[in-house]
């Protein structure tokens, strides 16, 4: 029996009528048929990754894909406090000790997710009942504990997850928040992390940013301040949870304000769902138009995360690689068992989007 979340907390996403422009070539592209995808670890010039959990370990068909395509794994539940944090301030690291050590032994690098994330560890960290000082020793006893059992192991890490407003209107009131202030939080979790590993490079993560211009604008404001009031941020985790719908030009846009602070970027959890959550509108679009909307704006993100300076360029990476390993599918998610928002089919072929991100990453886009 399989050890792993009841269930995986995620947001629907921000649906826009739009007309779309763009790679009419694969307008009623379908999974290819019999053909292999190649490598995208070969094709990328980054490394490239895809989330992976513990139960799929021990899955052949997900080894041989992830270990063609992959050079980089982030746990997709192992490492957030759901599954790490017990009563009492006990830690557990056992599930994430088996990604860690599958990466380490297969040549993979690992980057972390997450450590302080507004949406868990209320349940033992209780701003109301927890005095002031043991809620922050604690908290730093957590961060410390955690990222140096991985120190020279980890790329990088998710340091603080999602602090900003769902609408983009300010930051999130939570549990962190209320007991060691609306920044101080944050702040005190990338210094606790960067003295327990000094080397790994350091994320401030957030979803919709390309979906919600007044999002992204809110989020690369917060990553100003908190440089200011000097936290080691290292780099910028977008994770492109992407609403297919949205005006050409929006993730180009964001990118390029992203790109201006100079820190690395890192595509963290890319999807992009065929399905449009909730809305009053009936959904009329045909799968055709559908995949042509998804290969338009996955090739949008490829060739802007392409544009940025090598640099800046830290990481690509997939929240999982075959439709079959998505959330947005598997039943403890959202069930949709007729979705495709990945790269692959549950054969491993490439789905049309894979297209788009392969003629990105070899300089072939626009053709």
Excluded at 39 to 45: G, I
Excluded at 69 to 78: D, G, I, N, R
Excluded at 276 to 303: C, I, W
Excluded at 322 to 331: A, N, P
Aim: hydrophobic share 40%.
């Amino acid at each position: 029996m399989r050890a792993d979340p009841p269930h995986l907390n995620r947001r629907a996403l921000l649906a826009a009528p739009i007309a779309l422009a763009a790679c009419d070539r694969f307008a009623t592209a379908q999974p290819s048929v019999g053909a292999a995808a190649p490598p995208l670890k070969a094709l990328a010039p980054f490394p490239f990754g895809a989330a992976a959990m513990t139960w799929q370990l021990e899955q052949p068909g997900w080894v041989a894909q992830v270990l063609r395509h992959c050079s980089q794994l982030t746990p997709e539940w192992e490492q957030k406090m759901e599954r790490t944090l017990g009563a009492g301030f006990t830690h557990d690291f056992s599930a994430s000790d088996r990604v860690v050590a599958f990466a380490g032994d297969n040549g993979l690098r690992v980057h972390g997710h997450t450590l302080i994330w507004y949406s868990q560890g209320a349940e033992v960290f209780d701003d109301r009942t927890v005095p002031r000082n043991r809620f922050a020793a604690e908290y730093d006893r957590y961060i410390s504990a955690f990222v140096a059992r991985y120190r020279g192991q980890m790329a990088g890490w998710d340091v603080v997850n999602e602090p900003v407003a769902e609408d983009g209107d300010g930051l999130r009131d939570c549990h962190w928040s209320r007991a060691l202030g609306t920044e101080g939080y944050m702040v005190r979790a990338f210094e606790q992390a960067k003295a327990a590993d000094p080397d790994a490079v350091l994320f401030l993560n957030e979803y919709n940013l390309e979906n919600i211009p007044a999002k992204g604008a809110t989020f690369l404001r917060l990553v100003e301040r908190l440089l200011n009031l000097g936290a080691p941020i290292g780099g910028i985790g977008t994770q492109s949870h992407l609403n297919i719908e949205i005006p050409s030009g929006r993730i180009s846009a964001f990118m390029r304000d992203a790109a201006s602070l100079g820190l690395p970027i890192h595509v963290s959890e890319l999807d992009f769902p065929l399905r449009r959550d909730g809305g009053v509108r009936p959904d009329l679009r045909s799968t055709p138009e559908r995949r042509a909307q998804q290969v338009a704006r996955v090739g949008e993100l490829a060739e802007a995360f392409m544009g940025l300076p090598e640099r800046q360029r830290y990481a690509f990476t997939t929240w999982g690689l075959r439709d079959v390993d998505s959330w947005l599918v598997r039943e403890e998610g959202k069930n949709r068992s007729d979705e495709s928002p990945l790269l692959l089919d549950a054969a491993g072929r490439p789905n049309p989007a894979f297209h788009a991100l392969a003629d990105a990453f070899t300089g072939r886009a626009g053709g």
